[in-house]
C-alpha cells in the first residue's frame, strides 16, 4: 500500500462521541486526502492537504476537520459523530495533484 | 453538472475471455482520467492516467481508451484471470481546482 498506514482500521463509536483517525505515510508525498466510501456512491472527498498546515474542503466536508502538522500525517476528526458518518474511510496520498494517488488500508467506521 | 457514469454495473466472465467497461463523463473542463482497481476490503490501486492528448494507455493486460471528444473511456481487459476479480473505478480529474468525479465502479467477477 505504497507506506501508507491507518489507524484505526475499525472502530465502533456512539452518537455524538469525537472520532479521529490518522493517516501515516513514509513516502514524503506534498498531498494527501481523505475520501469516504458508501454504497451506491463513488469515493467522496472529505478534505484534502497540499501541505503542512495547507489543508482545503472536499465534496462532503461538513461534520468533518482536518489537521497536517508534518509531512507524514494527517488527521481526520469527526466532531460529533452522527449515524449517517458511519462509512469506509480512505486516505491517500500522491505527489502533486496531476499525478497518481495512492490509497491506505481503509478505516471501517460504524456509528451506533 | 459534473458527473461520471460507469457501465455494466456488474459483469460476469470465464476465465481467459476478454471484457471492456465503459465510462462516460460530463466533467469540465477536463484535466485527466484514471482507472483505479479495487479489490474487496482494500484501497483503490491505480491502474492508468490519460491526459487529453492521449486516446491509449496500457498497463499489463489492461488497456485503457479515451476519447476527450465524446467524453468517453473504456478499459479492456485481456485473457482475464480470477485475480482481475475486483470492482474497477473512473475517475475524472476536473482542471480547476483539486477536485475528482468518481464514478460508482464495475463489479468484475471471473470465474473458472
Known amino acids: 500500500d505504497a507506506g501508507i498506514t491507518q489507524s484505526p482500521r475499525h472502530k465502533v463509536t456512539e452518537t455524538g462521541t469525537p472520532v479521529t483517525l490518522r493517516c501515516h505515510q513514509t513516502?514524503?508525498?506534498?498531498?494527501m486526502y481523505w475520501y469516504r466510501q458508501d454504497p451506491g456512491h463513488g469515493l467522496r472527498l472529505i478534505h484534502y492537504s497540499y501541505g503542512v498546515k495547507d489543508t482545503d474542503k472536499g465534496e462532503v466536508s461538513d461534520g468533518y476537520s482536518v489537521s497536517r502538522s508534518k509531512t507524514e500525517d494527517f488527521l481526520l476528526t469527526l466532531e460529533s459523530a452522527t449515524s449517517s458518518q458511519t462509512s469506509v474511510y480512505f486516505c491517500?496520498?500522491?505527489?502533486?495533484?496531476?499525478?497518481?494517488?495512492?490509497f491506505g488500508p481503509g478505516t471501517r467506521l460504524l456509528v451506533l | 453538472k459534473n458527473q461520471v457514469e460507469q457501465s455494466p454495473q456488474s459483469l460476469i466472465i470465464l476465465e481467459g475471455k476478454n471484457c471492456t467497461l465503459q465510462?462516460?463523463?460530463?466533467?469540465?473542463?477536463?484535466?485527466?482520467l484514471r482507472w483505479y482497481k479495487q479489490d474487496t476490503g482494500r484501497g483503490p490501486v491505480s491502474l492508468t492516467i490519460m491526459t487529453f492528448s492521449e486516446n491509449t494507455k496500457s498497463n499489463g493486460r489492461y488497456t485503457a481508451t479515451l476519447d476527450a471528444d465524446t467524453k468517453q473511456s473504456s478499459l479492456h481487459i485481456t485473457a482475464s484471470q480470477l485475480s482481475d476479480s475486483a470492482s474497477y473505478i473512473c475517475v475524472v480529474k476536473r482542471n480547476t481546482g483539486n477536485q475528482f468525479y468518481f464514478g460508482t465502479g464495475t463489479s468484475l467477477t471471473v470465474i473458472p
Open positions: 465510462c462516460n463523463y460530463t466533467v469540465s473542463p477536463f484535466s485527466n
Open positions: 491517500a496520498i500522491s505527489e502533486a495533484d496531476q499525478e497518481t494517488q495512492y
Open positions: 513516502e514524503n508525498h506534498r498531498y
